[in-house]
């Protein structure tokens, strides 16, 4: 429609790439009449089309900042969705020369959340609220039901909570959206969200890799295996897409697409945050961090290409070891890596959750992990049914220390470590890396271990740099002059036969 019509609409959104397009028309079609603008008209014109094209959606174009803003009814609630950083500030600026006080701003894109937190401030002094929104679920999602995760100003959240209600993914226990509190907390969830996205990418590239290189399975066959997973405990978005990856034809010549793409993974920048931020509140997340790694290194490709030139020139043989794998021995290759699979997962996510502790707890954002697990349920890349069970999990102890002595997670942990073991000795003899899985079994080793060799470490830093140590005998710190001491009893000592 165009913007003559006289009734001002519900909300706006500014910023109509292929995301910004889609949750639009998302909003039209759940019935809130809706005003668009984009710095380029064209794509305006572009929105207006599909709106039209799509059941004459409510869907109101403007190509102007002023009319925009204008033809949206006070207090005015408006989405931006641009490329974060200094355009989120520029479209600010625009928008906010012609609103008022009491009016709010959205801002859906993949912000630092500190940056959300000054412009909070800058809002506030004018009178404008804000909310940075996680929008999580890509084009479709936004088109048709994402997982939203607002955080800011609560009053912004209650002025566009019907429309958030109407628009995110549902699923059986409600909407995928919540208020997740105050300040940047919804930038930061979304950001931790990524990061385990990461980690599930990576763990299932790997059971792909050990299967395919180990088990020697086709296309086919893993396409059956992965439709087959995603019928059990591992039923999830990406599990599923997996599977479709696996049977789509190249156009250009014989075999399967996935066999001719470049080896080499892009990245935007939230995962890389997520690392940050564990080493930032010194929480351990090595599955999501080695995810990070694998990512760097897949750059590398022609370093790589080399490196194998050269170690083979030096007598490496090749990549895949003398691992013979067939018939029942190939169905429990299988179902040993869905084990291992879903074991790392389970420690990958309890790495998430207690970077959102760690990070509540220091911004006092009282967040709700049982909540937030509820609200990925749908919508977002992330969306599994083992998320149900994660929710479930801190309803029971909303303080649980960690997924991993949940009773139910750990019983599960426990019944699936041998073969999480198998598949990664087998990898590691295979010569295949499997990072994130080595990432997450160590994880879980060391986290289920009463005592670490932490106690040597904490020797040498004293040794060092008197740092002092604790006893676990009597309380207190304490510090020894190890060299004076071992130089003066090594005459006793018997020498190493």
């Known amino acids: 429609m165009d913007a003559s019509s006289l009734a001002l609409s519900k909300i706006g959104l ?54 925009f803003v204008l033809s949206i009814k006070p207090p005015r609630s408006v989405i931006i969705l641009v490329k974060a950083g200094a355009p989120v500030d520029q479209t600010i600026a625009t928008l906010s020369e012609h609103m008022s006080p009491g009016d709010c701003i959205i801002d859906g894109g993949n912000e630092w959340y500190e940056n959300t937190e000054r412009r909070i401030r800058e809002a506030t002094d004018r009178g404008i609220l804000y909310l940075g929104m996680g929008v999580s679920g890509g084009e479709e999602g936004a088109r048709h039901g994402p997982s939203l995760m607002p955080g800011g100003s609560f009053q912004a959240y209650h002025n566009i909570k019907e429309v958030l209600h109407k628009v995110a993914a549902q699923v059986d226990d409600g909407p995928c959206v919540t208020y997740i509190g105050e300040g940047g907390s919804g930038n930061f969830v979304k950001m931790v969200h990524n990061g385990i996205e990461y980690g599930d990418m990576q763990l299932i590239s790997e059971a792909y890799d050990v299967l395919k290189h180990v088990g020697r399975l086709s296309n086919g066959e893993l396409a059956e295996i992965f439709h087959e997973w995603n019928r059990g405990e591992l039923e999830s978005f990406l599990i599923e897409i997996t599977a479709d990856i696996f049977k789509v034809k190249d156009e250009h010549g014989e075999g399967e697409l996935v066999d001719k793409i470049l080896d080499k993974t892009g990245m935007k920048g939230t995962g890389k945050w997520t690392v940050q931020q564990a080493a930032e509140l010194s929480v351990a997340a090595p599955t999501i961090a080695a995810s990070l790694d694998c990512r760097y290194l897949s750059g590398l490709k022609e370093e790589r290409e ?6 083979k020139d030096a007598g490496l043989k090749d990549e895949v070891g003398p691992v013979n794998v067939s018939g029942s021995d190939k169905k429990r290759l299988i179902d040993d890596v869905r084990q291992a699979l879903y074991a790392s997962k389970i420690c990958s996510y309890a790495q998430g959750m207690n ?7 220091e911004k006092g954002w009282n967040l709700n992990l049982g909540e937030l697990a509820r609200i990925w349920k749908g919508g977002c890349i992330i969306r599994a049914v083992f998320l149900d069970r994660i929710k479930r999990a801190y309803q029971r102890n909303p303080n649980l220390a960690s997924l991993v002595v949940d009773p139910e997670f750990a019983r599960e942990m426990v019944q699936r470590q041998a073969a999480w073991r198998r598949v990664v000795g087998l990898a590691i003899s295979a010569g295949i890396s499997t ?13 289920r271990r009463a005592r670490l060799p932490a106690n040597l470490v904490q ?11 604790e006893r676990i005998d009597r309380p207190g710190s304490f510090h020894t002059e190890w060299t004076k001491l071992g130089r003066k009893s090594k005459t006793g000592l018997g020498a190493v036969n």
């Open 355 to 361: 970077l959102l502790r760690a990070k509540s707890t």
């Open 14 to 67: 500014a910023g109509l790439a292929v995301m910004g397009q889609n949750l639009a028309l998302n909003i039209a079609e759940k019935g809130f009449p809706i005003s668009v603008y984009n710095r380029t008209g064209s794509k305006v014109d572009e929105t207006l089309h599909r709106a039209h094209s799509e059941g004459q959606l409510p869907l109101f174009g403007h190509y102007s900042p002023r009319d």
């Open 306 to 311: 080399s490196a194998s030139r050269v170690l």
């Open 435 to 447: 990072p994130g899985m080595c990432a997450s079994l160590a994880y879980f080793d060391t986290y």
């Open 459 to 469: 020797a040498q830093r004293d040794l060092f740099g008197a740092h002092t140590y």
